[in-house]
């Protein structure tokens, strides 16, 4: 479903005196499957969500090959690429406008893509992620965090995509309402059998939902492992994240 190969990413400027430039990404490889959950944990600044964000087509200045369904990802974004992968941010006003009200938000993304039935698609998203018609007419800042996230979700899927990027789509809301999200996009992820790659530096959120994950370390990937065996199996640096974790 998506190959990613010898993905380079530097910031600043490579020419010129005085350095500046740094290298984020250092030959990034790995696969996911179709309908698999994939982590990619790390600490802070190992350039997870940079990797999500060259996958989401944020950035074009990249190097290596990305693939999704067989097709080179180019530098530009196209159309139908926007259809087929999507991302969840941290935090959910990333992606929903102040003075536009969940319907609007959700309607949006239809209307740029011409979509039939926008009314009818917005209604039955809302029941997805579990919000009734009322709240179709309330701002974000009417929202609790978990009901703004639920909003992101539904805006990011309404398009029906095939793949959803998700960086640290918990990690700023209250642990109550971290469990209602992820249980939210486990039980999304069976009903339409999404892809998903989540970014997190939290490995409890991985052990939720993932199938298997990647451990990032300064702009390298030092380990992939299936999720079932990260509290025996990995390599060291692996070891010490899920020690850290218990303590
Ligand atoms: P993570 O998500 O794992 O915390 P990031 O991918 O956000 O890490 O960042 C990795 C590194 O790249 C960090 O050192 C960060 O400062 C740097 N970085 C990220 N985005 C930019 C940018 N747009 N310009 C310059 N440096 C950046
Ligand atoms: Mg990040």
């Not at 949006?108 to 009314?119: A, K, V, Y």
């Not at 996230?149 to 640290?168: F, N, T």
């Not at 069976?190 to 998903?196: D, I, K, M, Q, V």
Request: aromatic residues 4%.
């Amino acid at each position: 479903m998506i190959t990613v190969k010898s993905l380079q990413l530097g910031f600043g400027n490579s020419s010129g005196s005085g350095g500046g430039y740094q290298q984020v990404l250092h030959d990034v490889d790995f696969t996911v499957a179709e309908g698999e959950a994939f982590g990619l944990v790390g600490e802070s600044g190992s350039g997870k969500s940079t990797v999500l964000r060259c996958l989401a087509g944020l950035y074009s200045h990249w190097r290596g090959d990305i693939a999704i369904r067989g097709e080179a990802l180019g530098r530009r974004l196209t159309r139908e690429r926007c259809r087929l992968v999507q991302m969840v941010f941290q935090d959910p006003y990333g992606s929903l406008h102040p003075r536009h009200t969940v319907g609007a938000a959700l309607l949006e993304p239809l209307t740029i893509h011409r979509m039939d039935r926008p009314h009818e698609r917005v209604a039955q998203m809302l029941a997805k992620v579990g919000l009734n018609e009322s709240f179709r007419q309330r701002y974000p800042h009417q929202l609790s965090g978990g009901q703004r996230q639920r909003v992101a979700i539904a805006r990011a899927l309404i398009l029906e995509p095939r793949i959803l990027l998700l960086d640290e789509p918990t990690s700023a809301l209250d642990v109550s309402v971290q469990a209602e999200i992820l249980n939210l996009l486990a039980e999304l992820r069976a009903r339409e059998g999404l892809t998903y790659i989540l970014v997190t530096h939290d490995l409890g959120v991985v052990v939720h939902l993932c199938d298997r994950l990647a451990v990032m370390q300064q702009g390298r990937i030092v380990d992939t492992l299936p999720t079932s065996e990260l509290g025996n199996g990995g390599v060291a640096y692996t070891r010490t994240l899920v020690e850290a974790t218990r303590s």
